[in-house]
């Protein structure tokens, strides 16, 4: 036994001093390239968890089993090296810097550039396979929000809905402020809501004037720039993408219940003197009411106008990409219904795209999308739902007609059915096509000389058709007439619209790139394009169908309405434009940078003498980190460059015919016989010419500490002239007004871009962006009218424009609380009663406080424009794992943001309104200083303002990406099962339905949407 033991223990320590002879330690030092020790690179074993971190002194020690493993070097801002070991135990490494964020290609309009030679300001999106493309964005801009700086995109409300966009301020008071939108590099006519984000690859914004100056006179507003997708391997790529959600309120208000509702309308009859039995229950609810509540009868409206939605997307793409051909197909199909009854959209979009290299020499391609948007069906009423008795019935209680809703459930004729207008006819479709080519050609006489033929082509298509018959006018009280229902026929009525808009575009570009002495870096552009626009439209109309005794055809025989009551309307609208650019782009040694371009315009809508327009552009950059006193001297500086540059923009707006009279037609009755005719309805003005905007900017790009820590910082300052503004005109010429160049406009802003990497080993990354930016604009002049004789240019109050003062003043009185029952000095000298809102003496007739409240007393009260905005998004990989979030917070400080709120601090706004929020309104019993009493009339029309500050959680998605060892056996090369959400939480003192937007409750406007899904992506 003893010796057993010993051959046991003398086999153990020799298989242990075998496996200790097979471990070797590996050692060395990481540099860069100019020698410098690298601090914290990571150094695994491959296909293992072993691994180090390098020390201070870029020194590194490694055990290792096996003497020919592969080391995997890597480290934030260096490419990832790969070494086999091949039985060495010295390996000493330098690491090359990662120029690929320099290097990132960027769409400038008319060409690419990389981003280490902008001087411009130019902003990217990152869409595919990024976590953005994992959130159901139903609208481009929805991807864009709170990523680039000095985009302020609003809420979507509704289904299929398209937010509010503005780049860098309002420039213009009545023209046009949307950006120009580029799709794979040609200007797309379609819009964003007929773009399926599904199919974007990658979104690039020009925002400063010297970026956007290449479009002229089509960019004062910005231009956002969309790249759809591209083949990627040599295989091809089947795809299946898909999510299914639901959809709920951002934030729903805390209506008063049947009992609070009661109460509410007591106090109002109290408020008006009623005491005693006047205020009895059988005095304050009419005979259908009190019935309903003998019954125990309640509806809570908002629940029947409003629903738990949903969200589902399925995508199809086959795509791929060999030596000389290049191919994308896809195939998608949305439907989302909105939270209100009625509110629904359904979405078909089909993308083809080819290109092939046919020669060496010779490059074309071709693409078709198409997509088909139906927002068919009417939403319920949720003004009336708001406002409307809980205390009635949905339908009708006769017998027989319970299928029909009750047009007056509380048998208040004020209040109809919320859901009445829902099962009417009602269709609205818009269908878009578009067609590109083009063919390229590298000219082989002179290397870098490149010529490219772009064409696309174009059309839009709107069909909305709506009829309302007899059923809808029937007093549901009246037995007599659910009986005879065509005794109103008379009434019925319905219309169809059609409207088309065809479209080309077509343009030639030379392009030429050289280096000299691989120091010297120039690209020159020279372009032409023409484009052209035609709009026609159609509606007919009818209504009275007495005679012919039937709707049953509807919308469809419009032409049986009564001859006297049909209506045709038709339009039409041709526009042509035209530009000739010239570019040119200059680098030398990566250091000093210089962009120089000059756009002509020409412009139909204008008169001779004014269709032209003209536009220059100029950006200089300094990339201060390749100089000598910096570079290899300060370790932690990666990149550092300055830019500044100066563009002009301009803004038509003035329509096809703006700058001609127009004719009005009317008719009048000569004896029996009625005669037509037509007039000149507003004078022409041949002198009308482009606005222009004129802009600088200045920027500084950094990147430190191995590109952990990196961003932008941006000033802008930009003035607009010759504003197209409708100018009022003396009456004894017979018209009211003309439009006219007039007045400017600055703005100015601050922008902020910061990433910081982290964490970032070969298990763990996490990256977080901040974006801030600030727009402060003011009207500089407007008439140049000086009335009064001050000696300074008047203000406009009609519109609230105010010299010297930003767009969207507030003017009003100055709220000061609730008149209290206390307040009899102030009851007494302003005349007001307890409950009503105190308003604060500011001024007089004079100009000091003159003991009334009259319309001296309005002044500046704030403004409706943000204070600032920020943004914070977090991206975290762990192993298979990735979270993405973004938080978005819209200052109102400084009095900012501020927005009227009638209907959610006063009460009494709707006359005869069965209830409200359950808010504690004034009464003698429970005073308070901010709502007025139930029955307030709102003497001084005061907006009650009140700001729509938030912060929202307004993207989350959590995804799990297979590995890939998993799924091979089924041919599936990627997999990934995501859950994301959208606006999922929303803080806020805005009482409303939804502060972004800044609606009231019953607004005839939808609340704002909340959604969460869950998605698959998978790759064959």
Not at 584 to 604: A, E
Request: proline share 3%.
């Amino acid at each position: 036994m003893k010796r057993t033991c010993l051959m046991f223990i003398g086999a153990f320590l020799g298989l242990t001093t075998m496996v200790k002879a097979q471990s070797i330690t590996v050692t060395g030092t990481v540099t860069d390239e100019s020698s410098t020790p690298v601090f914290g690179v990571n150094i695994v074993q491959k296909n293992s968890t072993n691994g180090v971190v390098s020390d201070f002194d870029g020194n590194y020690a490694i055990s290792i089993n096996d003497p020919d493993a592969t080391l995997v070097f890597s480290f934030l801002g260096f490419k990832s090296v790969e070494v086999k070991l091949e039985g060495r135990t010295q390996l000493d490494l330098v690491m090359q810097e990662d120029a690929s964020a320099l290097d990132e290609v960027v769409v400038i309009g008319y060409g690419t550039s990389t981003r280490r030679d902008l001087t411009g300001s130019v902003s990217s999106i990152r869409i595919e396979d990024s976590p953005i493309a994992n959130i159901a964005n139903v609208n481009a801009l929805e991807a864009m929000k709170g990523k680039v700086t000095g985009l302020n995109i609003g809420n979507v409300t509704s289904a299929g809905g398209q937010p509010s966009i503005q780049v860098r301020g309002q420039n213009s008071l009545s023209a046009g402020n949307a950006p120009l939108l580029v799709v794979d590099g040609l200007i797309y006519e379609g819009g964003f809501s007929s773009i399926n984000t599904n199919d974007i690859a990658s979104i690039d914004v020009l925002k400063d004037a010297s970026a956007a100056a290449v479009y002229g006179s089509r960019s004062a507003n910005g231009v956002i720039i969309i790249t759809t997708k591209r083949g990627k391997t040599a295989t091809p790529q089947i795809n299946l993408s898909a999510y299914n959600g639901i959809q709920t309120w951002t934030n729903k208000p805390d209506m008063m219940n049947p009992e609070q509702a009661l109460t509410f309308r007591q106090d109002v009859y109290k408020s008006g003197g009623a005491t005693g039995g006047d205020l009895d229950l059988q005095r304050i609810l009419n005979q259908k009411e009190y019935q309903a509540y003998q019954e125990g009868h309640y509806i809570d409206w908002f629940d029947e106008v409003t629903r738990q939605a949903s969200i589902q997307s399925l995508q199809l793409s086959i795509s791929g990409a060999t030596d000389n051909v290049n191919y994308y197909l896809s195939g998608n199909v949305l439907d989302q219904t909105g939270i209100v009854v009625g509110d629904d959209f359904k979405k078909q979009s089909v993308l083809l795209k080819l290109d092939t290299d046919v020669t060496s020499w010779l490059k074309v391609g071709a693409s078709l999308n198409a997509d088909i948007r139906d927002y068919s069906g009417r939403s319920a009423n949720l003004y009336t739902a708001t406002y409307i008795s809980p205390f009635g019935y949905k339908h009708v209680q006769e017998p027989g007609f319970e299928h029909w809703l009750e047009r007056y459930p509380g048998a208040v004729t004020t209040w109809s059915n919320p859901l009445l207008g829902t099962e009417l006819y009602d269709l609205e479709k818009r269908y878009n096509y578009r067609g590109t080519a083009f063919a390229e050609i590298q000219l082989p006489w002179i290397n870098g000389l490149k010529y490219r033929f772009n064409y696309s082509a174009n059309r839009y298509h709107s069909e909305s058709e709506r009829f309302t018959d007899e059923k809808y006018y029937v007093n549901t009280l009246k037995i007599e007439e659910l009986n005879n229902p065509g005794k109103y026929l008379k009434n019925a009525n319905g219309y169809k619209n059609n409207a088309t808009s065809d479209s080309y575009l077509f343009n030639n570009i030379l392009s030429y790139n050289t280096s000299i002495a691989g120091v010297h870096n120039i690209s020159a552009t020279l372009m032409s394009e023409r484009q052209q626009r035609i709009n026609q439209h159609s509606n007919l109309s009818a209504s009275d169908f007495e005679e012919v005794g039937s709707t049953a055809l509807g919308v469809h025989a419009l032409e049986l309405g009564n001859n006297e009551k049909r209506n045709v309307n038709t339009g039409y609208g041709k526009l042509n434009q035209l530009a000739y650019l010239f570019r040119v782009n200059y680098n030398y040694n990566n250091k000093y940078h210089g962009t120089f371009s000059y756009r002509r315009d020409g412009y139909s809508g204008f008169a001779p003498g004014n269709k032209f327009g003209d536009f220059k552009a100029l950006g200089l950059g300094w990339t201060i980190s390749e100089e000598s006193f910096l570079k290899n001297k300060i370790d932690f500086i990666d990149h550092l460059k300055l830019r500044l540059s100066y563009g002009e923009n301009g803004n038509p707006s003035v329509g096809s015919y703006g700058t001609l009279p127009r004719v009005g037609n009317s008719s009048y009755v000569f004896g029996s016989e009625t005669v037509n005719t037509a007039y000149q309805s507003s004078l022409a003005n041949a002198g009308l010419k482009w606005e222009q905007t004129n802009a600088t900017n200045l920027g500084l790009d950094f990147s430190i500490l191995r590109d952990r820590v990196s961003g932008s910082v941006e000033v802008y300052d930009s003035k607009t002239t010759n504003l197209l503004m409708t100018r009022r005109l003396p009456i004894m010429t017979g018209y009211g007004s003309i439009l006219a160049n007039i007045g400017e406009i600055n703005n100015k802003g601050l922008e902020v871009n910061l990433t910081t990497v982290n964490i970032k080993n070969q298990d763990f990354s996490w990256e977080t962006t901040f974006t801030y930016w600030k727009n402060k604009n003011k009207i500089v002049s407007l008439y140049g009218i000086d009335a009064d004789g001050d000696g300074v240019e008047d203000d406009d109050l009609g519109n609230r424009w105010f010299i010297g003062k930003s767009l969207g003043a507030i003017y009003d009185y100055t709220f000061d609380g609730i008149v209290q029952t206390e307040d009899v000095e102030y009851q007494e000298a302003y005349g007001a009663r307890p409950g009503d809102v105190k308003f604060k003496d500011i001024s007089g007739p004079d100009g000091v406080p003159d003991g009334k409240i009259t319309t001296d007393d309005r002044s500046i009260i704030g403004y409706s424009k943000p204070n600032f905005t920020l943004n914070m998004s977090n991206t975290l990989n762990y192993k298979n794992f990735n979270l993405y979030f973004n938080f978005n917070y819209i200052d109102g400080g400084n009095n900012h943001y501020l927005a009227g709120n009638r209907k959610g601090l006063m009460g009494a706004l709707v006359p005869n309104a069965s209830k409200w929020l359950n808010l504690p309104y004034w009464t003698p019993e429970r005073p308070s200083n901010k709502y007025p009493r139930p029955d307030y009339n709102n003497p001084y029309g005061y907006g009650f303002y009140q700001s729509h500050s938030f912060i929202r959680l307004q993207d989350l998605t959590i995804g799990y990406t297979f590995d890939k060892k998993l799924i091979e056996k089924a041919n599936i090369s990627n997999l990934k099962i995501y859950a994301s959400g959208k606006n999922l939480l929303t803080i806020s003192d805005w009482i409303g339905w939804d502060p972004e937007s800044a609606t009231q409750i019953g607004e005839y406007s939808l609340p704002g949407l909340s959604s969460f899904t869950l998605g698959l992506d998978v790759t064959f």
